[in-house]
């Protein structure tokens, strides 16, 4: 989750383990619990504002977030005497800055929370973006409005 402080130049992310929470009773997360760990990105001496849009590379153990001054900048995480590290990486300036992460991105995430208030989030790509279009298009009414030609073209305008 990102933050923008007010009082100081200082902006970053807190990190939440939500495997600690029981996500079904609606948990209040604190900032002061083990479980929360605020990491700065940029502090007073590399002051920036955040713009919302977030990449997190699991893999890579890095961070890409916007920022109102279009740039892209990579924060690399590090763990260190059991605190997380961000240092900053690398940036990219933009000619604008993303309103979302499009479609042409050839990915899609999907969230769903069932009927025991577990959470499922998974991850497409352009294939299979594919086949779950046409899949919501043929559970919809739009099946008995177009043909299968154009349920085709709508797909493939959609990817």
Known sequence: MLYNANEVADTGVYL????????????K???DEDT?????LHGEDDPVLLDGQVL????????????TENQLILHKINFENGKFKAKKEDSLAMKESPTNFSLSKDSLIYCEKDENNEVHIAFYRSTDVRCLYMWLLLNSEAKDVYTPGDLKNIVDTLV
């Open 16 to 27: 939440i383990n939500l495997d600690a929470y029981d996500i079904s009773s609606s948990p």
């Open 29 to 31: 997360i604190v900032e």
């Open 36 to 40: 929360v760990q605020k990491v700065t």
């Open 56 to 67: 997190v590379d699991k893999m890579m153990q890095a961070i890409a977030v916007t920022t």
